[in-house]
Nanobody, 124 residues
């Protein structure tokens, strides 16, 4: 079982930046692909970004390209989501997820383990 814990969310003004972190509790993430998703109230969970097990392949939702960057540090067992130029519509609960297969994927069904999420609120 992989326990994932997100951190780094908060309140930020439009145009600002946040860096989210996702750490695993008690198990290495080295072989897992990792994804970030978000869910706003009343909306379905949507894909944000993913990174493969080694960190040399990334995948983004079109609306996040150029603003968000996913990365990982396997020595620290942590995955990051750097979010720049934030907009009010980025307000959501952000979740990280781990995929047993080490390749990137954009669907929620492709991921096996999920964190509890961290809230990001962008004010206008």
């Amino acid at each position: 079982q992989v326990q994932l814990v997100e951190s780094g969310g908060g309140l930020v003004q439009a145009g600002g930046s946040l860096r989210l972190s996702c750490a695993a509790d008690g198990r290495t993430l080295r072989s897992y692909a990792m994804g970030w998703f978000r869910q706003a109230p009343g909306k379905e969970r949507e894909f944000v970004a993913a990174i493969n097990w080694s960190g040399d392949n990334t995948y983004y939702a079109d609306s996040m390209k150029g603003r968000f960057t996913v990365s990982r540090d396997n020595s620290k067992n942590t995955v990051y989501l750097q979010m720049n130029s934030l907009k009010p519509e980025d307000t959501a609960q952000y979740y990280c997820a781990a995929r047993t297969y080490g390749t990137v994927a954009g669907s929620t069904s492709a991921y096996d383990y999920w964190g509890q999420g961290t809230q990001v609120t962008v004010s206008s």
